[in-house]
């Protein structure tokens, strides 16, 4: 609502979310923020010392919001600790994705008391988290995203051939070996490389960062791979498995420095229980 007068709130209010915003005045909608904001300040301050993180998801989403000539992302990171609970950590602002953006974010986190470098940490192909991470977390291993993946080797395909190309990509991570997702990796490749070299190569270009998280997972088959099926798995030895749904503490909407974004769904957000909406985080 940023630029809106204040007697044109309730008519751009209704032309947003329809009748339901006759309660939504500007005065409503300030108090709103206010408390979302203390909240959101609260919830940024809780201590992650207590539990081990051994897995980290962290993904930029972008918003039509622009802070002079950048476009602004939401970056979040999402976070599974021993006893297989997924909680949200970190929602901030970024510029890009940049290195900087994340390098202020890990920091965040590290001095909040994740100080024990996670095992694999699971993004898409945006280089600035890789970079943020290396400096802040050099031990934690790189896991490559399977649901961006999937999707950036798929707008190589015609539309035709794309959902026998998506069902082999899902042959490889969801192979219940390292093994059998080699062989599967290959099959795809000998079977498009010849007709689609540029779907390939788009595979073939970060094949060990695709396949690290065989490295870290029992025979039973933990995955790090597109986060609406990771639920289905064990993760690796000594460590429980990922309950499905678990419960992730923040509040239900935030405010952006540059402005204020309310309860963004592509981020999770967006339940009445500002202590339990999870089910509309990734699973």
Not at 50 to 79: N, P, Q
Not at 186 to 193: E, K, M, P, Q
């Given at each position: 609502?940023?630029g809106v007068s204040t007697a044109d709130m309730s008519e751009a209010l209704a032309a947003l979310v329809g009748k ?229 503490r923040a509040p239900p909407c935030w405010a952006l420095s540059t402005g204020s974004a309310c309860a963004p769904r592509s981020a999770g957000a ?14």
């Amino acid at each position: 609502m940023k630029g809106v007068s204040t007697a044109d709130m309730s008519e751009a209010l209704a032309a947003l979310v329809g009748k339901d915003a006759a309660g939504l005045s500007a005065a409503v909608v300030s108090r709103l923020k206010a408390r979302w904001a203390q909240e959101y300040d609260a919830w940024k301050r809780s201590a992650l010392g207590k539990d081990r993180w051994v897995y980290l998801w962290a993904d930029g989403i972008y918003s039509g919001l622009r802070a002079e000539d950048e476009k602004l992302c939401l970056l979040v990171v999402i976070g599974v600790n021993e006893r297989g609970q997924k909680h949200l950590l970190a929602i901030e602002d970024g510029v890009r994705e940049s290195a900087e953006s994340w390098r202020a974010v890990l920091r965040d986190l590290q001095a909040r008391g994740l100080k024990i470098p996670p095992k694999l940490a699971v993004g898409d192909g945006a280089l600035g988290f890789w970079a943020a991470l290396a400096e802040l977390f050099p031990e934690t291993r790189d896991q490559r995203c399977w649901f961006h993946k999937t999707e950036n080797v798929l707008n190589y395909l015609p539309k035709s051939v794309q959902p026998k190309a998506k069902s082999m990509l899902h042959e490889i991570w969801m192979a219940e070996t390292r093994t059998d997702a080699e062989v599967a990796f290959d099959r795809f490749v000998a079977t498009l490389r010849a007709k689609y070299p540029k779907a390939t190569e788009c595979l073939l270009k970060d094949r060990q960062g695709l396949l690290a998280f065989y490295e870290f997972r029992p025979s039973t088959g933990f995955t790090c791979a597109p986060p609406t099926r990771s639920n289905r798995h064990s993760p690796p030895s000594g460590t429980a498995p990922i309950e499905p749904r678990a419960a992730c503490r923040a509040p239900p909407c935030w405010a952006l420095s540059t402005g204020s974004a309310c309860a963004p769904r592509s981020a999770g957000a967006g339940c009445a229980d500002s202590n339990a909406w999870a089910s509309s985080l990734p699973a």
